[in-house]
């Protein structure tokens, strides 16, 4: 394949450079901050994009995965008390989704067995999620 | 900035009302605190792009927390691929590597076409590819400023960089130079007048005509005084018994009221001439004789000089007049000592109401005090030369 490899190096450098173009969600500087903090070390602005988009993407994958599990549960629920469908229309990322969501990425993140995310978790039971 | 964490995510529902508050109760970072609040609002961001309507506090923290760890771990890989390959500084292929490692987690994306080995054909450059096309581009929410902020220190420029040559041979160029001299050396400081010297002049022009023409009115006033004094005090021995006065007087008993009485019109004992006065010496010039080069000098100009000028001609009158009474010696001196013993002497009696119009006077102005000074002094010297 003494083709493809040049090929591929055009798309790299082609990539690279529609980068300077590209605003990544992940601002630069944080990137940047975060990267010089673990010794990364880059004048390139584009190298930089590159890693934010990465992370971005990362983030982006889980959030989806927590969206669709968020989604699957909203619609087991719904299909129990479907007079309650206009209600619970909302999305939201809740932890018990995203731990969900992270196992698979190798993230263990396991919710508190008291921990309540706001004070009137306790007070307010309608609004937990069960 | 912590506040804002949840601010891009659509308005809450009710389920994260309490996200503010949460918001206040949470430990912050210390030093990290701005980059994770800049990374919750790009994680919220996200989030929302992903198709979330809002998300919990502690979701969110997660999330943000998460990412900043990619971002920490993807710079530490690439950082280590790059010291593999003997260089401090990354690029691409460090950061593909990297990326290859943490995506490794998922699988090997790409590893299942075997011919392509290539670093720049790596699976996971093609997923990032594709997630550029595919994923909107949803920029940051705000603009960022480049933080940590680090005060770039700011150099002395050095010998070399001023083009200077070091003022002595062991100085080497390129420590920093010298600051200027005039920073670190004395110099003399100049008093800075604060007026204009013409104008200090004039004003000083000013006073001392004033003060002329104070003297000359108290010339003038001091000879009436002793043309008078004789007058002053028939007045007050004998003026309040007898009302001699013609004119239509409202208060007859009061006898500074009264017209004065002429100087041949009363009798008045004769005094006694001291032994030490009525030697020749008396013929030494009167007061006003020992001012007339003064008043002369101001004649010019005050009107008051015209009536001065003409008791002046007319010398001998008052001359003749001091035969009869008795001769007024002053005798000056300065400070309290002057009052005191004008008072302890009876023979300077006369000298009280000149005094009286003194101190009124010196309330009035600052000026007539030196003009009295003047005085004082210019009297000395007559006496000096009665009492020789």
Redesign the interface.
Known sequence: MAESKPDDDAVLIEFLSSLMDYTPTIPDELAEYYLSKSGFQCPDVRIIRMVSIATQKFIAEIASDALQLCKARQSAVNKEKRDKQQKDKSLVLTTEDLSLALREYGVNMKRQEYFADNPSAGTNPTSKDE | MANNGGTPTTPP???????P??NEKKPDGGVDAF?RA??RI??A???E????????????E??AD???R???????A??YY?GLAGR?????FD?IHA?ED?FA??GFVGASDV??H?V??SG??R???Q??NR?E????ARP?????VVKKRELLPTFLQMKETPPHQHIPPWLPAFPDSHTYKSTPVWNERKTDPRMAKMEQARQRRKAERSLVSLQQRLASASGSSSLGLAMETDGKGKNSSPSPNPNPNNPFLAPPVGPEEKQVSPVKIPPVLSRPALKLPSVLEAFAPAIDAVKQGLDQVEELDGRRKNPRGSQALSDERPLVQFKFDFGKKAQMAAHATGALRNETPLSSWFSRDEEMDDKKRRVEQILKEAMENPQDLVQL
């Open positions: 529902p009710a389920t994260t009302a309490q996200i508050t949460n980059g800049v990374a790009a994680v961001q996200i989030c792009g992903a198709g979330f309507q809002s998300c919990q506090q502690s979701a969110l997660a999330l998460i990412a900043v990619y971002l920490r771990d993807l710079g530490k690439a950082h790059a401090t500084e990354c690029n691409a950061v990326m943490m987690a998922q011919i392509s290539s720049s054909g996971t450059v997923e990032i590819m997630y550029t994923a581009e949803i920029p940051f960022v400023p480049r933080f940590p």
